[in-house]
């Protein structure tokens, strides 16, 4: 192998390795991005409007409630 052989096979090993060190950088803040985006959206599906079933419920409640009341008021339904 000749010297300037040497040298290009020595830098196409150096900038393979330093490709390989970014894109594992680039991977690894790009999953951390993904984390906290996933970490984000479920603090807001905690915060939001619950789901229709939990409303359905919820709306079925009210109205016992209102039955409830009712019949010790003594009104007729």
């Known amino acids: 192998m000749t010297p300037e052989a040497s ?3 020595i830098a196409a ?3 393979l390795a330093g490709l390989i060190v970014a894109t594992h950088a680039a991977l690894t803040g790009w999953r951390g ?3 906290l985006r996933r ?3 479920e603090t807001r ?3 939001a409007a619950p789901s229709p079933g939990a409303r359905i419920e919820l709306a079925d409640l009210k109205e016992r409630i209102r039955k ?3 019949i010790a008021a003594g009104v007729e339904l």
């Open 7 to 9: 040298i290009f096979a």
């Open 68 to 70: 409830l009341e009712a």
């Open 39 to 41: 970490i984000e959206i």
């Open 33 to 35: 991005w993904l984390d």
């Open 13 to 15: 090993v150096a900038a």
């Open 45 to 47: 599906r905690d915060v």
